[in-house]
């Protein structure tokens, strides 16, 4: 991606060398003097150090050779390593108020990204760049990227396990018992090792999670049916209300989506803290079975639908229809009318049969 060329306020608002750095400068010649100068607005603007000298752009070389009075040619002969360029940095450090990143710093940086941005940016990307933006606040050099990948990974490690306590802290140990069993695979044990964790058809074939995470199928009123005994095993948990109300609705929609895609194996093989969130956030599924249920009954209103759910309902399609016209423009609310109405009228049905 070609880079934007450098206007005149570009250059005269971060490439100027001030009266201070001015005095920096002095006393040094040749590639030596212009080297330092770039260097130096450079840092002054990224608070970090250029990699090398295809970073510095050609405009801004220019600009600043002409402040310090020597060719932009003699740039190339700047070394970008040795003994020199490391005094430079010293010097650059101490004059800016920056340090290089400490272990201490690092663990520093790990504890806040992890309580105030990994806690609700599950991206590793985007703690990124909070990370960079607290070291320059804090006039810190920004760690190597290697170490900034370390750094960001154990902040998204530290906050979900915080955020995993949290939450499982909240249930009973009754709940816990019941949310556990829905990956529970057969007689096997629940804390298997990693190593261990298959993907067999024997192992993952009994646990109530993947039948709840099927698809309903064809409507009629055996998948309705199957459906509800699902939305009730779902139930019989027994989370308690506003589980996740102080968690970022972001991150238990990612919850939601691991615990969706990883297999009753898998799921197994987390702590058990996370392996409970994990669960109770995919279990929050059932509070749209019933409307999906309502719109496919609208999708297919022939046969069976036509002649066993409408009938059942109170005021037929027109009513399924408001209903999910009001659920698609109104939300929550009506996600309850939806569930009580079909329930009452499937359930009705059921006892009638």
């Given at each position: 991606?070609?880079?934007?060329?450098?206007?005149?306020?570009?250059?005269?608002?971060?490439?100027?060398?001030?009266?201070?750095?001015?005095?920096?400068?002095?006393?040094?010649?040749?590639?030596?003097?212009?080297?330092?100068?770039?260097?130096?607005?450079?840092?002054?603007?990224?608070?970090?150090?250029?990699?090398?000298?295809?970073?510095?752009?050609?405009?801004?070389?220019?600009?600043?050779?002409?402040?310090?009075?020597?060719?932009?040619?003699?740039?190339?002969?700047?070394?970008?390593?040795?003994?020199?360029?490391?005094?430079?940095?010293?010097?650059?450090?101490?004059?800016?108020?920056?340090?290089?990143?400490?272990?201490?710093?690092?663990?520093?940086?790990?504890?806040?990204?992890?309580?105030?941005?990994?806690?609700?940016?599950?991206?590793?990307?985007?703690?990124?760049?909070?990370?960079?933006?607290?070291?320059?606040?804090?006039?810190?050099?920004?760690?190597?990227?290697?170490?900034?990948?370390?750094?960001?990974?154990?902040?998204?490690?530290?906050?979900?396990?915080?955020?995993?306590?949290?939450?499982?802290?909240?249930?009973?140990?009754?709940?816990?018992?019941?949310?556990?069993?829905?990956?529970?695979?057969?007689?096997?044990?629940?804390?298997?090792?990693?190593?261990?964790?298959?993907?067999?058809?024997?192992?993952?074939?009994?646990?109530?999670?993947?039948?709840?995470?099927?698809?309903?199928?064809?409507?009629?009123?055996?998948?309705?049916?199957?459906?509800?005994?699902?939305?009730?095993?779902?139930?019989?948990?027994?989370?308690?209300?506003?589980?996740?109300?102080?968690?970022?609705?972001?991150?238990?929609?990612?919850?939601?989506?691991?615990?969706?895609?990883?297999?009753?194996?898998?799921?197994?093989?987390?702590?058990?803290?996370?392996?409970?969130?994990?669960?109770?956030?995919?279990?929050?599924?059932?509070?749209?079975?019933?409307?999906?249920?309502?719109?496919?009954?609208?999708?297919?209103?022939?046969?069976?639908?036509r002649e066993v759910v409408y009938p059942a309902v109170s005021g037929g399609e027109q009513t399924l229809r408001e209903l999910v016209h009001e659920f698609k423009t109104r939300g929550p609310v009506y996600r309850r009318t939806v569930q009580t109405t079909l329930k009452a009228s499937y359930t009705n049905h059921y006892r009638r049969g």
């Amino acid at each position: 991606m070609a880079r934007t060329p450098l206007n005149l306020d570009d250059l005269v608002e971060h490439w100027t060398l001030l009266k201070d750095e001015q005095g920096l400068v002095s006393g040094k010649r040749g590639a030596t003097r212009l080297g330092f100068a770039v260097v130096l607005k450079f840092y002054t603007q990224y608070g970090r150090f250029p990699r090398g000298r295809f970073e510095l752009p050609g405009e801004a070389v220019e600009f600043v050779a002409r402040q310090v009075q020597v060719p932009a040619a003699e740039l190339d002969a700047y070394e970008w390593s040795g003994r020199t360029v490391e005094y430079h940095r010293a010097q650059i450090r101490g004059h800016l108020g920056f340090r290089k990143c400490s272990v201490s710093d690092a663990d520093k940086l790990t504890a806040w990204l992890a309580e105030h941005v990994a806690c609700k940016e599950r991206r590793p990307e985007q703690v990124r760049v909070e990370l960079l933006a607290r070291c320059r606040t804090e006039c810190i050099e920004p760690p190597t990227p290697g170490r900034c990948d370390r750094i960001v990974g154990a902040a998204l490690r530290v906050a979900e396990e915080s955020l995993a306590a949290r939450i499982s802290a909240r249930i009973t140990a009754e709940s816990i018992e019941r949310i556990v069993a829905l990956v529970a695979g057969g007689d096997q044990e629940d804390d298997v090792e990693p190593g261990d964790a298959g993907t067999g058809e024997g192992e993952d074939g009994p646990p109530v999670l993947g039948k709840i995470k099927e698809a309903p199928g064809n409507v009629s009123l055996e998948t309705m049916l199957t459906e509800i005994d699902k939305l009730l095993a779902v139930r019989a948990i027994g989370l308690p209300p506003g589980l996740f109300t102080d968690v970022a609705p972001k991150v238990v929609a990612g919850w939601r989506a691991r615990a969706a895609v990883e297999s009753p194996s898998h799921l197994r093989t987390h702590p058990l803290p996370l392996r409970v969130t994990l669960l109770a956030a995919v279990s929050g599924k059932e509070n749209i079975l019933f409307f999906k249920l309502a719109e496919a009954s609208i999708g297919e209103p022939d046969g069976t639908v036509r002649e066993v759910v409408y009938p059942a309902v109170s005021g037929g399609e027109q009513t399924l229809r408001e209903l999910v016209h009001e659920f698609k423009t109104r939300g929550p609310v009506y996600r309850r009318t939806v569930q009580t109405t079909l329930k009452a009228s499937y359930t009705n049905h059921y006892r009638r049969g």
